[in-house]
């Protein structure tokens, strides 16, 4: 009895010369037990450059199904689980340290159903509410420099390289008498490096992360739970057939995030991939539509599901 989340993501700009066209990228539906999530995770075009002065105000919709456990640490069989996620999700453009970054707010709620045997029982559980909350910073190192709409007309493409850092605060639903919750109890720090090359009307971006998790106190019963880190790389490839309308294929793995129980180890080690297909599409300067359908697995511990994901977007600033 685990539980599992799509993925979500949101966002990203593609840039004529005047208004900006803004696009929503993914929504991948981020619901609150990162560990599950880790190696699934997509945002096409994280490292894409944008210009400052941006708002962007994005809603979501993610439904997964599948052999989908919330807790590695569990020992379960046979259990199935449908999810629905909606987020809502904010994000701001600017100049961090002299580079060009993103700042972004990302809260997940979620609903689901699961049923299957832990510990040789068979039990259910419905599930619904806030999971946790999501704070993210994105910046460019090299290949692109501080720049307003205006000058980002005139941009030519090249390599950049970049980073990111992912803070993942306990804010969800938590219940230490239930098995599956919609919090994690725990903070997690999510810091990665990536870069995006541009190949003609195509681009690939790959990047390489790490999960970081803080003990939570207060397991199943008021147990101690542990996690090694979970070590995770992603790689995309992004085909533009006119500004604001492009579509990506992606593939991630992830591995590690060994769990112990009071300090007992657990055979939980995660060995988990995922595919997504994803399209993205301008209604109108401001606002982007975009459809997500993924696929995930595991060699190991971990989630095995389908998912698929819409979301809208609305930008503005940056005039």
């Given at each position: 009895?685990?539980?599992?989340?799509?993925?979500?993501?949101?966002?990203?700009?593609?840039?004529?010369?005047?208004?900006?066209?803004?696009?929503?990228?993914?929504?991948?539906?981020?619901?609150?037990?990162?560990?599950?999530?880790?190696?699934?995770?997509?945002?096409?075009?994280?490292?894409?450059?944008?210009?400052?002065?941006?708002?962007?105000?994005?809603?979501?919709?993610?439904?997964?199904?599948?052999?989908?456990?919330?807790?590695?640490?569990?020992?379960?069989?046979?259990?199935?689980?449908?999810?629905?996620?909606?987020?809502?999700?904010?994000?701001?453009?600017?100049?961090?340290?002299?580079?060009?970054?993103?700042?972004?707010?990302?809260?997940?709620?979620?609903?689901?159903?699961?049923?299957?045997?832990?510990?040789?029982?068979?039990?259910?559980?419905?599930?619904?509410?806030?999971?946790?909350?999501?704070?993210?910073?994105?910046?460019?190192?090299?290949?692109?420099?501080?720049?307003?709409?205006?000058?980002?007309?005139?941009?030519?493409?090249?390599?950049?390289?970049?980073?990111?850092?992912?803070?993942?605060?306990?804010?969800?639903?938590?219940?230490?008498?239930?098995?599956?919750?919609?919090?994690?109890n725990r903070w997690s720090f999510v810091p990665e490096i990536g870069m995006s090359?541009?190949?003609?009307?195509?681009?690939?971006e790959a990047a390489v992360g790490a999960w970081l998790f803080t003990d939570n106190?207060?397991?199943?019963?008021?147990?101690?739970?542990?996690?090694?880190?979970?070590?995770?790389?992603?790689?995309?490839?992004?085909?533009?057939?006119?500004?604001?309308?492009?579509?990506?294929?992606?593939?991630?793995?992830?591995?590690?995030?060994?769990?112990?129980?009071?300090?007992?180890?657990?055979?939980?080690?995660?060995?988990?991939?995922?595919?997504?297909?994803?399209?993205?599409?301008?209604?109108?300067?401001?606002?982007?539509?975009?459809?997500?359908?993924?696929?995930?697995?595991?060699?190991?511990?971990?989630?095995?599901?389908?998912?698929?994901?819409?979301?809208?977007?609305?930008?503005?600033?940056?005039?």
């Open positions: 009895d685990r539980r599992s989340a799509p993925t979500v993501g949101v966002e990203e700009v593609v840039m004529t010369k005047l208004p900006v066209v803004c696009i929503m990228v993914a929504l991948a539906a981020l619901s609150a037990a990162p560990e599950e999530v880790a190696a699934q995770e997509f945002e096409p075009r994280t490292y894409a450059v944008a210009p400052v002065g941006l708002n962007f105000l994005g809603v979501g919709y993610g439904f997964a199904s599948g052999a989908m456990f919330l807790d590695p640490a569990l020992a379960g069989h046979d259990v199935e689980g449908e999810v629905q996620v909606a987020v809502a999700k904010y994000v701001r453009t600017l100049g961090l340290f002299n580079r060009p970054s993103k700042l972004k707010l990302v809260v997940p709620w979620s609903d689901g159903h699961w049923d299957g045997f832990i510990g040789g029982e068979f039990l259910t559980r419905d599930a619904s509410g806030f999971g946790d909350v999501r704070m993210v910073v994105e910046t460019l190192f090299s290949g692109a420099e501080v720049m307003t709409p205006e000058e980002m007309g005139n941009f030519r493409p090249r390599t950049v390289f970049g980073g990111r850092l992912q803070v993942i605060a306990p804010t969800g639903a938590y219940d230490n008498s239930k098995a599956i919750n919609l919090g994690g090359t541009p190949l003609g009307k195509w681009s690939l106190d207060d397991y199943v019963n008021g147990r101690h739970l542990a996690q090694d880190p979970l070590l995770v790389a992603t790689l995309h490839a992004v085909r533009q057939i006119r500004p604001g309308f492009w579509w990506s294929v992606a593939g991630g793995y992830g591995y590690g995030g060994r769990t112990r129980v009071d300090g007992v180890p657990r055979a939980t080690i995660q060995r988990n991939w995922r595919i997504s297909a994803m399209v993205a599409y301008p209604i109108t300067a401001h606002q982007g539509l975009s459809l997500s359908v993924g696929s995930g697995g595991n060699y190991g511990a971990g989630t095995d599901f389908d998912a698929i994901t819409v979301g809208y977007q609305y930008s503005w600033g940056g005039g």
